[in-house]
């Protein structure tokens, strides 16, 4: 009895569409992604599980860290381009120094810087890769010349006449800072009668 052959079917399958669908996800993530932006004062934030995530604007954000000479810094970053604008505003008017408007859209456009407010124009004109190489000496904090205090006293007002909110405020230290250091900035948010603030642990903060 003759045997009956059967047919072979082909086994290559249509690629087609699985590269269609493969390359759009692609061109979907490169186009959503954002580069990150390298910090003035990287730190090494202590590990943490909370998960409270901070707000895009109406944050003021206080870095403590210690830079490539070993001393100790504090930078300062506002989130917000018009409460930037409106609180360097303020800071110049309070120090008798003057911003053009070039100046404060650059400065709007920035993120953390620490040095005095005399010497905040080098920085501003810098261009943002500069920025982060310049050897800034950090925000002064001593009890003559508390410039720190200011700026979180000017911005929390631009907060509200902008957006009528309480700025919020968070502290993010490096996870081998000294406390006393910790505690300096602690003091200034307790004489401007700052109770709640946050203390940023990775990508995360966690509510005091």
């Given at each position: 009895?003759?045997?009956?052959?059967?047919?072979?079917?082909?086994t290559?399958?249509?690629?087609?569409?699985m590269?269609?669908?493969?390359?759009?996800?692609?061109?979907?993530?490169?186009?959503?992604?954002?580069?990150?932006?390298?910090?003035?004062?990287?730190?090494?934030?202590p590990?943490?599980?909370?998960?409270?995530?901070?707000?895009?604007?109406?944050?003021a954000?206080?870095?403590?860290?210690?830079?490539?000479?070993?001393?100790s810094?504090?930078?300062?970053?506002?989130?917000?381009?018009?409460?930037?604008?409106?609180?360097?505003?303020?800071?110049?008017?309070k120090?008798?120094?003057?911003?053009?408007?070039?100046?404060?859209?650059?400065?709007?456009?920035?993120?953390?810087?620490?040095v005095?407010?005399?010497?905040?124009?080098?920085?501003?004109?810098l261009?943002?890769a500069d920025?982060?190489?310049?050897?800034?000496?950090?925000?002064?904090i001593?009890?003559?010349?508390?410039?720190?205090?200011?700026?979180?006293l000017v911005s929390?007002?631009?907060?509200?006449?902008?957006?009528?909110?309480?700025?919020?405020?968070?502290i993010?230290?490096d996870?081998?800072?000294?406390?006393?250091?910790i505690?300096?900035?602690?003091?200034?948010?307790q004489?401007?009668?700052?109770?709640?603030?946050?203390?940023?642990?990775?990508?995360?903060?966690?509510?005091f």
């Amino acid at each position: 009895m003759a045997k009956i052959k059967m047919k072979k079917k082909s086994t290559s399958t249509d690629m087609t569409a699985m590269c269609d669908v493969a390359f759009l996800l692609l061109t979907f993530f490169i186009l959503t992604a954002t580069a990150k932006v390298p910090e003035a004062l990287p730190v090494d934030m202590p590990s943490s599980v909370a998960q409270t995530k901070l707000p895009d604007s109406d944050l003021a954000i206080i870095t403590i860290g210690k830079g490539a000479d070993g001393k100790s810094k504090v930078f300062f970053d506002l989130k917000g381009r018009e409460i930037r604008k409106r609180t360097l505003e303020g800071m110049g008017a309070k120090y008798g120094v003057t911003f053009t408007e070039d100046d404060k859209t650059k400065f709007a456009l920035m993120d953390d810087f620490g040095v005095p407010l005399t010497n905040l124009k080098q920085i501003i004109d810098l261009k943002a890769a500069d920025r982060t190489k310049a050897n800034q000496p950090g925000i002064p904090i001593d009890s003559l010349d508390n410039q720190l205090k200011d700026w979180l006293l000017v911005s929390r007002r631009a907060s509200i006449d902008l957006d009528d909110k309480e700025l919020k405020i968070a502290i993010k230290g490096d996870a081998k800072e000294q406390y006393p250091q910790i505690k300096k900035i602690m003091d200034i948010l307790q004489d401007q009668k700052i109770n709640s603030f946050n203390l940023v642990t990775g990508t995360r903060g966690r509510d005091f």
